[in-house]
């Protein structure tokens, strides 16, 4: 077996105890599980019939290019349906653009501790990956600069960031845009993005008309509470997306997912409470 090199030595990721071993483990009848920041409310209703509507539609391949869900969260942010990226939750947008910017030779510029899949990915792709340490939690800025290089393809910044949450606000991710050259992508990771109630947190989806080197990711994982149905999102400049397209698998998410998704957007109820 001649496994490749970057993949010797590189660890699975390790998923959290499941609630039932949880349980088990602890003669607990139940319990809330926080490890993986799911919603311990659950999923809205309007999703879980939106899936009893796609039973009888299993036989047939999902649209592959997502439009209803397409259209809904195209409306929902004021993009382009053209500027969006649906994958298999954002952990695989971010496999889909290290797929189709990094490779050997080149280098990804990322915090110290954050999420573990923008490495992971990177390795993969045999890029250097550059890991600049947080200072008291927080992504130190002027420190992931320096380290960008004409070799440097993606900056990741996860915003607020998982494991420490805190976050970059406006006018430092401004002054920070403002200075990265523009050969480098900056991916901001917006996963928790509907929690953050800080009125300096940088609404981001504007900032794309002015910095077309900007990927914002989101998911229905977190507090939408459909993170078994694996949707999460990118959304970029038109030619952007039009670029990493063909990294993307033609049905990587599927017709129920969709639906699911389509559905909880609209379900602005379940969303607040
Ligand atoms: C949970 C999480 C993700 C992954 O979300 P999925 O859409 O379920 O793949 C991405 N980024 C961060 C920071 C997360 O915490």
Redesign the pocket.
Same mark, same amino acid.
């Given at each position: 077996m001649q496994v490749k090199e970057q993949l010797r030595g590189l660890p699975p990721y390790q998923p959290g105890k499941s609630i039932e071993e949880v349980k088990r483990e602890y003669g607990l009848s139940d319990i809330i599980k926080l490890a +993986? &920041?799911e919603n311990p409310y659950g999923s809205s209703p309007a999703a879980k019939a939106a899936i009893a509507a796609e039973l009888d539609r299993l036989a047939v391949y999902p649209d592959g290019y997502a439009r209803t869900l397409r259209e809904k969260v195209a409306t929902h942010l004021g993009v382009k349906e053209t500027q969006l990226l649906f =994958?298999?939750? +954002?952990?695989?947008?971010?496999q889909i653009f290290c797929r189709a910017f990094l490779e050997p030779g080149t280098n990804t510029v990322m915090a110290a501790p954050?999420?573990p899949?923008y490495r992971h990915n990177a390795v993969i792709e045999r890029a250097e990956v550059r890991e600049v340490p947080l200072v008291d939690g927080r992504h130190d800025l002027e420190a992931m600069l320096s380290a960008i290089d004409e070799r440097t393809r993606l900056v990741w910044i996860?915003n607020? &960031? &998982?494991?420490t949450g805190t976050y970059v606000n406006e006018t430092e991710l401004r002054a920070f845009l403002d200075r990265v050259p523009p050969h480098v992508l900056v991916v901001l990771?917006? #996963?928790?993005y509907e929690y953050v109630t800080a009125p300096d947190y940088p609404q981001t989806v504007p900032l794309l008309n002015e910095y077309s080197q900007l990927v914002v990711? $989101?998911?229905? +994982?977190?507090a939408y509470g459909l #993170?078994a149905l $694996?949707? =999460?999102y990118g959304i970029a400049s038109e030619a952007l997306i039009r670029a990493v397209e063909p990294a993307r698998e033609p049905f990587n998410t599927s017709t129920v997912s969709q639906a699911a998704a389509a559905a909880a957007i609209d379900d602005e109820t379940f969303l607040r409470a």
């Open positions: +993986s &920041n =994958g298999n939750g +954002s952990d695989e947008v971010v954050t999420f899949q996860c607020p &960031n &998982n494991p990771d917006e #996963a928790y990711m $989101r998911t229905f +994982s977190k #993170a $694996r949707i =999460g």
